[in-house]
């Protein structure tokens, strides 16, 4: 049974009452000052037992997390006293280490034993086994450093409850600094804190490879999404590394902001993650029994597991889609490498035909019908509209639309007698085996695409020939 008062002292870090009133060990005054690690470390005594000594320490909670640094302080404080307990704790948060050390059977190995935890909630069997360290009235008259050290022994020389030691313990530091810097709202502290932290982004965006095998870029935006949220939520104080928290908030975000992002259908979380697990299950079945009998054992596991054999099916299909194309892959790529060519040289060569040769029948018109189709499809000007271009004539509306009218009727006669074997404007020498050559098209299909090349020259500022220029009534 734990007593009240021992548990309450160590809550709050008075452990020379606890030790001397509750425990019944000695008084013993001393204080102990050691330079390690450019550190000034100060020691006070607590209480010894037959010249086994306990010791307090008072640590920041960046030097609180340092492994290291407290098996040096122990290895200084062991040439002084040999048989000793080091009690390490700290304010912000209130935090304590409890560390001892026994030498071995060849006299020069030490065995070290820390024992972090934070103080608002100590460990239940630690406070069990220092309440062992107890004497009594009775004990005194037998009590010897044997006695004292065997119990202390049991109390200490066990497996940790809990494990608060940074692995890095330079880069916790800087990362504590930071985030100090961070919660007093330092200009521009957020985001160097942020940036210090990017390697555990990294990190956790393997893991959408993992699941779903998503593209590396685009996992590790949706990772800094979840270090983002974990950084705005982080107090040093509390005495968590930054890693522990950002841990969850990382994986919150990739099983939420990938699944959504990985798939072209959207799949529901809670349905998605037992499919996930039963995929596995599947390959087991598989590599064991074969397609058959696999496939009916997987559908009674899927029953068992309360999972739906038509999710499942879903589930495959989803994972498969790769476009809402209903080509095949190999086809879709062919048809992504298409778009982002450029026209194909045989599209481009007739074209430029179709433009010489719209060009050439223009020159055949009047004076009047090449100003008016000038300014109606803005050829080498502005585009005009049909009241423009009467008010300049001094004619109606309609009469300007019938000259136009005329003019194209002229152009389309033109272009449906051109013989593309005869006609010098088309000396290409197309391929037979090509089937969208202007010689392959026939007489309707050339006077169709008269009124497109005429929009072609229009959209593509095409200039038009000098004489088509001359004399224009606009200038």
């Known amino acids: 049974m734990i007593p009240l008062n021992l548990e309450e002292c160590v809550k709050q870090h008075r452990f020379k009452e606890m030790f001397i009133d509750e425990l019944g060990w000695e008084n013993f005054s001393s204080t102990q000052e050691l330079e390690i690690q450019d550190q000034s470390i100060r020691l006070e005594s607590v209480a010894e037992k037959r010249g086994l000594r306990v010791f307090c320490c008072k640590l920041h909670r960046t030097s609180l997390a340092n492994r290291g640094l407290l098996r040096c302080i122990q290895r200084q404080v062991i040439r002084l006293h040999h048989e000793h307990i080091i009690v390490y704790h700290s304010d912000e948060p209130q935090k304590q280490v409890w560390q001892w050390a026994i030498h071995q059977g060849d006299g020069r190995k030490v065995r070290h034993r820390e024992h972090p935890f934070l103080s608002y909630q100590p460990p239940r069997p630690l406070l069990e086994r220092i309440a062992n360290l107890r004497f009594t009235l009775d004990d005194e008259e037998n009590a010897t450093i044997v006695d004292a050290l065997e119990r202390t022994r049991r109390a200490l020389d ?29 200009p521009g502290a957020f985001d160097r804190f942020c940036e210090f932290h990017l390697r555990l982004a990294k990190r956790a965006s393997r893991m959408l490879g993992h699941w779903f095998g998503m593209d590396e870029d685009d996992a590790f935006q949706i990772a800094c999404i979840g ?28 099983q939420r902001y990938g699944l959504g992002s990985a798939y072209l259908v959207r799949f529901p979380v809670h349905v998605f993650w037992p499919l996930y697990k039963m995929q596995f299950t599947e390959r087991r079945l598989l590599a064991s029994f074969g397609l058959p009998v696999a496939r009916e054992k997987f559908y009674r596991s899927c029953k068992n597991n309360n999972v739906s054999v038509r999710d499942w099916i879903t589930y495959q299909r989803v994972k498969e889609l790769k476009t809402f194309s209903v080509l095949e892959r190999e086809d879709w790529n062919s048809l992504i490498s298409i778009k982002e060519m450029s026209e194909s040289p045989v599209n481009e060569l007739i074209l430029n035909e179709l433009r010489h040769a719209v060009r050439a029948g223009i020159l055949r018109l009047n004076h009047r019908e090449q100003i008016i189709l000038q300014y109606r499809y803005g050829i080498g000007c502005q585009e005009h509209t049909l009241e423009d271009v009467a008010t300049v004539f001094g004619l109606t509306r309609e009469r300007i639309r019938q000259i136009q009218a005329r003019a194209e009727e002229k152009l389309k006669v033109f272009l449906s007698q051109l013989d593309p074997n005869q006609e010098s404007l088309f000396k290409a020498d197309f391929p037979e085996d090509c089937p969208d050559a202007f010689e392959k098209l026939g007489i309707d299909e050339k006077i169709n695409m008269v009124n497109e090349s005429l929009n072609i020259i229009q959209s593509e500022g095409v200039e038009p020939p000098i004489e088509f220029c001359q004399n224009t009534p606009f200038e």
């Open 158 to 186: 066990v497996i940790p409850e809990q494990e608060m030691f940074a692995r890095f313990p330079m880069y916790a530091k800087q990362s504590d600094e930071l985030a100090v810097a961070m919660r007093a709202g330092e």
């Open 227 to 254: 270090l983002v949220q974990a950084a705005k939520r982080y107090d040093p104080v509390r005495g968590f590394q930054f890693s522990t928290i950002a841990s969850y908030w990382l994986r919150n975000c990739c």
